[in-house]
């Protein structure tokens, strides 16, 4: 079975401070992905990478970077995290479909 | 922009009841439609998909339904079951390489005993 895991299931932070969100996958996938899910908007892509130090932008990249040093590492970080950004995070990877995703992190930004 | 629409927000069943989500895309290029289902405190996990050279896939009491002509398809579910109750996306995406998917708002499906 793929293991996607995020390292942390809950996590609240200040305005202001630097996030870092990490997942791991065990399936040595080349695709990884972050997603954000906000009710009433679904899941939207933040940004994904398709090979190690490679990385795209998705739809709200705005706010967020990431880093992918190891294959089986993909890092989000929130430059400097803003109230807006409080929401639940998903991680995902696939070799090609279907993507398998992580339980998920719930960022509360106060 | 919302390139996949999902309706309805919401949906209460009674067991036994058929569930039906509907969901409508914009992009022809979109040549793969998987629907996740996520229960509380899981991500999402794929249910079943659909590429559109085929109107219907049924895998056991779930069935996607496609329509290329007016660029809809829905899941039907059938025999619904309190065991059911999750919410569920459809989402689309094109060619096989790297597979970014697209997904539509959600539906919050409750089954009633």
């Known amino acids: 079975d793929v293991k996607v895991t995020q390292s942390s299931r809950y996590l609240v932070k200040r305005t202001g401070e630097k996030v870092f969100l990490e997942c791991v996958q065990d399936m040595d996938h080349e695709n990884m992905f972050w997603y954000r899910q906000d009710p009433g908007l679904g899941l939207r892509l933040i940004y994904f990478?398709?090979?190690?130090?490679?990385?795209e932008k998705g739809d709200i990249p705005e706010g967020y970077s990431v880093s992918r040093e190891k294959k089986e590492r993909f890092s989000l970080i929130l430059e400097s995290a803003s109230t807006n950004q409080t929401s639940m995070y998903l991680c995902?990877?696939?070799?090609?479909?279907?993507?398998?995703f992580g339980d998920g992190t719930r960022l509360s930004i106060l | 922009q919302q390139q996949v629409k999902q309706s309805p927000q919401s949906l209460i069943v009674q067991k036994g009841g058929i569930s039906i989500i509907n969901c409508a895309y914009e992009?022809?290029?979109?040549?793969?439609f998987p629907w996740y289902q996520q229960f509380p405190g899981k991500g999402p996990a794929l249910l079943i998909a659909?590429?559109?050279?085929?109107s219907e896939k049924k895998e056991g009491r779930f069935t996607i339904s496609f329509n290329k002509s007016a660029k809809q398809f829905s899941l039907h579910i059938m025999d619904s079951q309190p065991g059911d109750s999750a919410t569920y996306f459809c989402a689309a995406s094109i060619g096989t390489s790297g597979s970014r998917l697209t997904f539509g708002e959600g539906t919050q499906l409750t089954v009633n005993p």
């Open positions: 995902a990877s696939n070799p090609g479909r279907p993507q398998h």
């Open positions: 990478s398709y090979d190690v130090k490679m990385k």
């Open positions: 659909i590429r559109p050279d085929v």
């Open positions: 992009n022809t290029a979109f040549d793969y």
